[in-house]
Nanobody
Framework: QVQLVESGGGLVTAGGSLTLSCVAS????????MGWYRQAPGKQRDLVAA???????NTADAVKGRFTISRDNANNTVFLQMNNLRPEDTAVYYC???????????????WGQGTQVTVSS
């Protein structure tokens, strides 16, 4: 089994900062891509940022220059540093991990439970 545990969400005023963390644990052979998605009420879930095992990143235009994704491979952890937050960043943020489990060959995708980020104006 694989578990993803997120932390770091909360309420912040516009212009503030938050850092989200997501730790993957369980029967993991190799983690490929780690990322963050977000979903606002009534909207679809969209990619915020993703990072591969060699450090290549992909960041949504809406958050470029404000959000930074990073990862700690030794501890199977991905971070999302969010600066200069805006009310439109309010959403549930979900950790997403694509990995290969022990004694498996295929890659599987896992989601965290979600953490609420609320930005007040």
């Amino acid at each position: 089994q694989v578990q993803l545990v997120e932390s770091g969400g909360g309420l912040v005023t516009a212009g503030g900062s938050l850092t989200l963390s997501c730790v993957a644990s369980g029967s993991i052979l190799r983690i490929n891509t780690m990322g963050w998605y977000r979903q606002a009420p009534g909207k679809q879930r969209d990619l915020v940022a993703a990072i591969t095992s060699d450090g290549s990143t992909n960041t949504a235009d809406a958050v470029k220059g404000r959000f930074t994704i990073s990862r700690d491979n030794a501890n199977n952890t991905v971070f999302l540093q969010m600066n200069n937050l805006r009310p439109e960043d309010t959403a549930v943020y979900y950790c997403n991990v694509r990995l290969v489990r022990l004694r498996r060959v295929n890659e599987n995708e896992y989601w965290g439970q979600g953490t609420q980020v609320t930005v007040s104006s």
